[in-house]
């Protein structure tokens, strides 16, 4: 396990080394649900915010091309209400290529979705949300860092970065 100094992490090293990255997913790969993984991947692999990441729809993926369209966010609005808005600028509106790693994580997760959603007699509809919950809604935009927190607590000793730290470790 790759070991870090700065446990209360400062802000100057938000973002994973790649053996911190492939640590962290595989750990995710191993010890928790599919989606969680997926979720963390495409964080890491595309760079995406985490608002861009919960609204993202299986209709903004196109396998055949192996692009993924940003064109929408979640954000909270009045009492805590759950809200698709547009992204945070002009330029956050955006086509970007995957990788055929992320491609392949995709189809798996799309596939163990929709598996568990007709276990759940949901009907699978082109608007369906790559990340939901339960109840096959949006997910609270605290979700991901709840993960995070187990993880945390998991591997006290690991190098903590936040979620946007992933999109850092995209970067660098």
Same mark, same amino acid.
């Given at each position: ?41 495409? $964080? ?30 979640? $954000? ?63 997910? $609270? ?29 995209? $970067?660098?």
């Amino acid at each position: 396990i790759p070991v870090s100094n700065d446990k209360e992490n400062d802000g100057l090293e938000n973002f994973f080394e790649r053996d911190e990255l492939q640590y962290f997913l595989s750990y995710f790969e191993k010890n928790s649900e599919y989606k969680r993984y997926t979720f963390f991947f495409l $964080a890491s692999y595309t760079g995406l915010r985490k608002g861009e990441l919960l609204a993202l729809t299986w209709r903004d993926i196109d396998f055949k091309n192996s692009t993924l369209t940003i064109n929408k966010t979640l $954000a909270t609005g009045k009492n805590g209400k759950k809200l698709i808005q547009t992204p945070k600028t002009k330029t956050s509106n955006r086509t970007i290529s995957i990788d055929p790693d992320t491609l392949q994580v995709l189809k798996n997760w799309r596939t163990t979705q929709s598996e568990n959603l007709k276990l759940l007699d949901y009907i699978p509809s082109v608007h369906q949300l790559v990340f939901s919950d339960i109840e096959n809604e949006l997910l $609270a935009p605290r979700t991901p860092q709840n993960w995070l927190d187990v993880f945390y607590n998991h591997n006290k000793t690991f190098k903590r970065i936040t979620i946007h730290g992933l999109r850092h470790t995209h $970067a660098s």
